[in-house]
């Protein structure tokens, strides 16, 4: 029992610790180097930093590294800390967030000197273009593939037991990380929205890990939710440093990558649900579309299409006259109604 604890807190408490020093250093540095972008959720329109997730993705690589190093030296903790994990798959984890995080930093830093046209608005950041997304976010498959994770028998809701062969490893990794990562930088325009969101999922998942999945998705999971955590301080209303691309591209393929190393896959994919709405409404947009809104004297806002809906911010802002941490609020409680939907169809044993 104390081996179990401990192994799950220290590379946690580890995690947490990196991602505020990183975040602290990662401000200031993107702001003079000019990765920033212009937050419009405020009336004076402020240029905030950028790409925020460089330093939750140094928090994950060092926090699972200081499980890896327990495993490989001896210590004084050591009758009490003994990691059992598979390193390899561990590796294949931190490699591919780290990927996909490097994809999302090369959309983040093509900021221009004026503003240009981008996603139904104008903006100082052009980012990769629509094609070359989901071509460079296989990447972040690859070290997945190559160890062949998980496994190729999923329970999926209503199916039962389905085997997949390799049908698993070669077209539903690569699948579910371009998706994950895609579909999960699609909702991020508000302060804190996209980390409230990787938070419940995350949190959701270390529960599940606990009581019906394995260790090692427990592990993950943990670290994932220190490190959110962490970052939070600093992205919750009032944003000091935004997410970016790197942020949301790595957290998304890093819940993607979870589901599969920890073995949840149809909880995953409830979980996941309000991100695949999120996709398709944009789809209908043709991915020219927003998920801000029209800021108001008022501080409140106005939808930005009227009672045309492209997004979940749409949807709130259509229901309900919401400021921004409102907006973020409100996602962050449709995030948890579906982590909620997941445990009860588990309970029921729909998968």
Not at 290 to 302: E, S
């Amino acid at each position: 029992m104390y081996n179990t604890y401990l192994t799950l807190i220290i590379p946690s408490i580890v995690g947490f610790i990196i991602t505020v020093i990183a975040t602290r250093f990662i401000m200031s540095y993107m702001f003079e180097s000019g990765v920033i972008a212009i937050d419009y959720n405020k009336k004076n329109k402020p240029k905030i930093p950028s790409s925020g997730g460089i330093a939750v993705s140094f928090g994950i690589t060092i926090a699972v590294l200081t499980y890896i190093f327990g495993s490989s030296f001896p210590s004084p903790l050591h009758p009490f800390y003994q990691p059992v994990a598979n390193i390899t798959v561990l590796f294949a984890f931190i490699l591919s967030v780290f990927l996909i995080t490097l994809v999302g930093f090369i959309d983040d830093i093509n900021v221009k000197a004026t503003q240009t046209n981008t996603t139904g608005m104008k903006d100082i950041r052009k980012g990769l273009k629509q094609w070359q997304k989901p071509l460079l976010t296989f990447i972040g498959a690859i070290p997945l593939i190559a160890i062949n994770a998980g496994v190729s028998t999923i329970s999926l809701p209503f199916l039962g037991q389905v085997f997949l062969g390799l049908f698993y490893p070669l077209l539903i990794i690569p699948l579910a990380i371009i998706f994950a990562a895609n579909a999960f930088n699609l909702l991020g325009g508000f302060n804190g929205i996209s980390t409230g969101s990787g938070l419940v999922i995350s949190i959701g998942m270390l529960v599940y890990s606990i009581f019906f999945g394995t260790y090692i998705g427990a592990l993950l999971s943990a670290v994932l939710c220190s490190v959110l955590i962490a970052f939070a301080f600093f992205d919750f209303y009032p944003s000091k440093l935004l997410p970016g691309d790197s942020f949301t591209y790595g957290i998304g393929a890093a819940l993607a990558a979870l589901m599969i190393i920890g073995n949840m896959e149809a909880f995953g994919l409830i979980l996941f649900i309000p991100f695949i709405i999120e996709f398709l409404l944009h789809f209908k947009g043709k991915f020219n579309v927003t998920d801000l809104g029209k800021l108001r004297k008022d501080m409140y806002f106005d939808p930005p299409y009227g009672k045309k809906i492209y997004s979940w911010t749409h949807i709130i802002m259509n229901l309900k006259k919401c400021k921004e941490y409102e907006v973020s609020l409100y996602m962050w409680l449709v995030n948890i109604g579906f982590v909620l939907l997941g445990f009860a169809l588990k309970f029921l044993k729909i998968f």
